[in-house]
């Protein structure tokens, strides 16, 4: 197997923080730490967004059909929506209390998920943008005691959750 270096891309004097990939696989968005979101074409890897709203380092990307959702050290998520071959902020929500470090879109169901350096785990409504559910200590003990990292639903109703409190947490997720 034989590897080698297709393309390089100088981003920012920042660090790169997060990448998704559009559900059509056409477009990588990346966040960075310079607060900026860029957002490029697969197919000729030319940039053709450069977004800016966040007030810190941009710490999770994530393509919600037309619309790009990004989480930041602001503990907030914007919600950016592509009109034409641009996006633009539709909503800046004050998400959680310090970085959001993950969104995690269900594939199936109308939610998605953002974890937190403040030990939450939230699930929202996707088409509204409404707070569902807050995953917390407060409400359920065995939830996680330090910063949470990473989310990835693994079925219809699974959520596992990474921290830093060394663990992961499988959660059972009944959605009605």
């Known amino acids: 197997m034989i590897w080698n270096s297709k393309k390089h891309i100088k981003l920012s004097n920042e660090n790169g923080r997060s990448l ?4 059509d696989n056409a477009q990588l ?9 860029r957002i490029f074409d697969t197919n000729n890897l030319e940039q053709i967004d450069y977004l800016i709203g966040h007030e810190n ?3 999770t990307v994530a393509f919600c059909g037309n619309k790009l959702l990004s989480g930041s050290r602001d503990a907030h998520f914007f919600v950016w929506e592509k009109l034409g071959k641009k996006y633009e902020i539709k ?11 993950h969104i995690c879109i269900h594939p199936t169901l109308p939610i998605f998920a953002t974890a937190s350096r403040d030990k939450t785990i939230k699930i929202w409504d996707k088409d509204n943008f409404q707070l569902l559910k807050v995953i917390d200590r407060n409400k359920f003990e065995e939830s996680h005691t330090h910063s949470i990292n990473k989310l990835l639903w693994i079925n219809q109703n699974t959520l596992i959750s990474a921290g830093d409190d060394k663990k992961i947490i499988v959660w059972d997720f009944n959605y009605q």
């Open 20 to 23: 998704s990939l559009s559900e």
């Open 91 to 101: 909503l800046k929500i004050p998400a959680h209390n310090f970085t959001i470090n």
């Open 57 to 59: 380092s941009v710490f």
């Open 29 to 37: 968005a990346i966040g960075l730490s310079d607060n900026s979101i």
